[in-house]
């Protein structure tokens, strides 16, 4: 099983609302990160995670709430999001952080409206 | 066909001919120099990467060129064939330190 699975595939979301984006692997990998790419744009790193504890914070704002519950596990909490936060947002594993091929999945198209 | 980094975002290539995609990096530190491809609806997917203590390294159809002099990156794809259509990211990484994509450059193949 080489996949990291993403849902949900589509969210549409209010600038009130809160929703998460849940993301799993089961291919034993120690990291995990989380990209947001917007259209035309390469993929741009928001936060990694190494056995399960925030390594890297890019600067995110809070309103987007990073959690890993276990090592097949990413979540990504939104609440008052912008319109300018619509994006697609990957996830991704990789054996290690200093590894360089990294596994991503299909990525949550969202929409802040 | 062959395309020049930032300035030419957009390649199209004839099938069965030899695709070359350039990139210029900016951090002569990268441990690392990594190809991904993109294609439509999906996530990246990792071609191959080149360490940079070396100048060549060969994959199945594909041959990743770094030139640290220039600090330039390539990615020649032999005959190409319609499912090489995709956007094709460089990217460098340092140690543990985060992947790091460049601007991508969008390959068509024409049958």
Not at chain 2, 10 to 27: H, K, M, P, R
Not at chain 2, 33 to 60: A, H, L, V
Request: net charge positive; hydrophobic share 35%; glycine share 6%.
């Amino acid at each position: 099983d080489t996949e990291v699975t993403q849902t949900p595939k589509h969210l549409v979301m209010g600038m009130t609302n809160k929703k998460s984006l849940k993301c799993e692997q089961h291919m034993g990998h120690r990291a995990m990160y989380w990209y947001k790419q917007k259209a035309k744009k390469p993929p741009e790193l928001m936060f990694v995670y190494s056995y399960e504890k925030l390594s890297i914070n890019e600067s995110v704002p809070s309103r987007f709430s990073p959690e890993c519950p276990n090592s097949s596990l990413l979540n990504l909490h939104l609440h008052a999001l912008q319109p300018e936060d619509s994006a697609l947002y990957l996830c991704a594993s990789s054996q290690g952080i200093s590894r360089t091929e990294a596994f991503f999945g299909q990525g949550t198209r969202l929409t802040v409206v | 066909g062959e395309s020049v980094g930032l300035h030419l975002p957009t390649l199209s290539v004839q099938e069965g001919d030899n695709s070359i995609i350039n990139c210029a990096y900016s951090n002569s530190a990268s441990d690392y120099f990594i190809w991904y491809k993109q294609e439509s609806g999906k996530g990246p997917q990792f071609i191959i990467d080149i360490r940079s203590n070396m100048d060549k390294r060969q994959g199945q159809r594909v041959t990743v060129l770094l030139n640290k002099t220039v600090k330039h990156l390539s990615l020649q794809i032999a005959a190409t064939q319609p499912g090489d259509s995709a956007v094709y990211f460089c990217a460098e990484k340092s140690g543990a330190n985060n992947l790091f994509f460049g601007t991508g450059t969008r390959l068509t193949v024409i049958p």
